[in-house]
């Protein structure tokens, strides 16, 4: 995390020098964009989003796709105009100048890396393990999941962007095998049409508006990634230029690939069967006129669900980090091992919450919860682009219509609301959430307020 003394520093002009070396192009960033969105989402949710809606299961991915753009457009702006990293916290804490809010934001984006973590944990331990052994509890399995990456956050995990593309280009394939059943299916005359047109929703009218916002907010979990995009702008060459390209580009592709995906599950199975795999794609494989071993494809799935989680469990812990560094959190989170410099006690911290999230949770529930606290911090972040209209700077950078960014917070603040039709479990576990976080923030500066140190 990008620390507040950052945060609190003048943005500068894209030309400024800072410690970190410019290394991604335009065409990694492009390719980290689309690997940051691809994972766990399409491949575990899928089924899950068609037990909302029914046959029609492309069309919450279409809404999702539009939503992700609009938002997408404001991240392009802020980026450009503050082309730091740091992200939501960033925009929220130049807006609005209020450090319990920026905390608040902050936490959230951390909670919703934990329970995206969560969510590809239980689809690991789900149908694609099962496809090799069901000799183990998917609950024992989803703990022991998070335990292993917790390892090997402790070890010391070394990424880097070209590796990201490797593994970007594992996670397309396992789609473009999907996408090639499909083609092979309409060559082939199999499948059956009429459940693209079908809704789970009887009749018309509110219950039908209710069940596709409930499964575009679920499927919404899909589009998420594109936002941690923004935390690469200084090690990016001309991030002013790079990135409007870059991540209009990435959720283009990801977002069209996806309701491809959901146009050959729809297809080629029902969406009954859909919902009861906790691997939907496995169902689509094992469905399909190809030829193609079912073990294979669940490998990929398993190779994908895992980096994504891996990926989350590193941003959620260097956060702690970074907020413990800054003073927000306890100074005790901020520990590292002295021979491995990593963030032992945040690692600890985040994978014990994530183990209670995986002992509490479905991969349904997990992932309404991570769409959920990310549409919030959306919401904030269209909004904050209309405030800091307020603040211009020296150098020309990408700006937004400003219809995009007022539809942006309308739109995720409806999905985020009581119309999407997700369950309480899902409220309730982001509130626990933010409950440990304001509680530890809470202690903390009671803590400095004693020892006579400036809170943050």
Request: proline content about 5%.
């Amino acid at each position: 995390m990008t620390t507040t003394r950052a945060i609190d520093r003048e943005s500068g002009t894209p030309d400024e020098e800072g410690p970190l070396k410019r290394a991604i192009g335009p065409k990694l960033l492009i390719l980290f964009v689309i690997g940051d969105i691809l994972g766990t989402g399409i491949y575990a949710t899928t089924g899950k989003v068609a037990g909302k809606v029914g046959g029609a299961l492309w069309l919450p991915f279409v809404i999702g796709f539009v939503v992700a753009l609009l938002t997408a457009a404001s991240y392009v702006e802020l980026v450009g105009k503050y082309p730091k990293a740091a992200g939501a916290a960033l925009y929220t804490q130049k807006a609005f100048k209020v450090p319990f809010l920026t905390f608040i934001i902050a936490f959230m984006v951390m909670c919703s890396g934990l329970s995206s973590a969560s969510a590809a944990a239980r689809a690991f331990s789900g149908d694609y393990f099962l496809e090799f052994t069901d000799a183990i509890p998917p609950t024992l399995i989803a703990i022991l999941f998070i335990l292993v990456l917790a390892a090997l956050n402790l070890r010391g995990v070394s990424e880097s962007v070209k590796t990201n593309v490797v593994l970007t280009l594992v996670e397309l394939t396992g789609l473009a095998i999907i996408l090639a059943i499909g083609a092979w299916a309409v060559l082939s005359g199999d499948g059956e049409p009429a459940r693209l047109t079908e809704f789970e929703a009887s009749g018309t009218g509110y219950a039908l508006i209710t069940s596709v916002l409930g499964a575009t907010a679920l499927g919404f979990f899909a589009f998420v990634g594109f936002e941690d995009s923004v935390n690469m702008a200084e090690e990016t060459k001309d991030p002013v230029r790079a990135f409007p390209r870059a991540i209009f580009l990435g959720v283009a592709v990801t977002g069209t690939i996806y309701v491809l995906v959901a146009l050959v599950s729809s297809l080629l199975v029902d969406h009954r069967t859909l919902e009861k795999s906790s691997g939907p794609l496995l169902e689509v494989v094992k469905a399909g006129g190809l030829d193609f071993p079912p073990q294979l494809f669940a490998l990929i799935a398993l190779f994908a669900v895992t980096n994504s989680a891996l990926i989350n469990i590193m941003m959620a812990s260097r956060l702690c980090y970074g907020m413990a560094n800054e003073r927000i959190l306890p100074a005790v989170m901020g520990r590292v091992l002295p021979r491995r410099c990593t963030p032992v006690v945040g690692i600890v911290f985040v994978s014990a919450l994530a183990i209670g999230l995986v002992t509490t949770g479905e991969i349904e529930g997990l992932g309404d919860t991570t769409a959920f606290l990310l549409l919030c911090v959306f919401a904030v972040v269209n909004i904050a682009v209309l405030v800091l209209r307020r603040d211009p700077v020296a150098h020309r950078h990408f700006r937004t219509p400003t219809a995009l960014p007022v539809l942006g917070a309308i739109t995720a603040l409806v999905l985020a609301s009581p119309l999407a039709d997700r369950d309480a479990e899902v409220y309730i576990r982001a509130g626990v959430l933010l409950a440990i976080g304001i509680g530890l923030w809470a202690l903390n500066r009671t803590v400095m307020k004693a020892r006579g140190e400036n809170t943050v």
